[in-house]
Nanobody
């Protein structure tokens, strides 16, 4: 069982990217999916979380209004649409799965699965 992120790359400031998080070996239906990132020399930062059944979504202030998390359980995939990207968004982005739902402080959840990460670089 694993999660695999994709969709990272190099983008200019103000640009957009969509990251995908695909689960294999288990169904995402019952899992909350969190998105995190980690920049060099910095601690891991929580970004967003989408619950399993009710689809509730939470965003941290750093990405609120710019990032949108969605899920397609038929494709066993969760997406992170990132708009108005800034150089400070440069980091490795990770998705993680936790059995259950999200909370506003979802970063305290014990996530069962983590992806390997995908690099996002915002630079001109």
């Amino acid at each position: 069982s694993q999660l695999v992120e994709s969709g990272g790359g190099l983008v200019q400031p103000g640009g957009s990217l969509t990251l995908s998080c695909v689960a294999s070996g288990f169904a995402l239906d019952d899992y909350a999916i969190g998105w995190f990132r980690q920049a060099p020399g910095k601690e891991r930062e929580a970004l967003s979380c989408i619950s399993s059944r009710d689809g509730n979504r939470y965003y941290k202030d750093s990405v609120l209004g710019r990032f949108t998390v969605t899920r397609d359980n038929t494709r066993n995939t969760v997406y992170l649409q990132m708009n108005s990207l800034k150089p400070e968004d440069t980091a490795v982005y990770y998705c993680a799965a936790d059995l259950g739902i999200c909370y506003p402080d979802f970063e305290v959840l014990i996530f069962d699965y983590w992806g390997q990460g995908t690099q996002v670089t915002v630079s001109s």
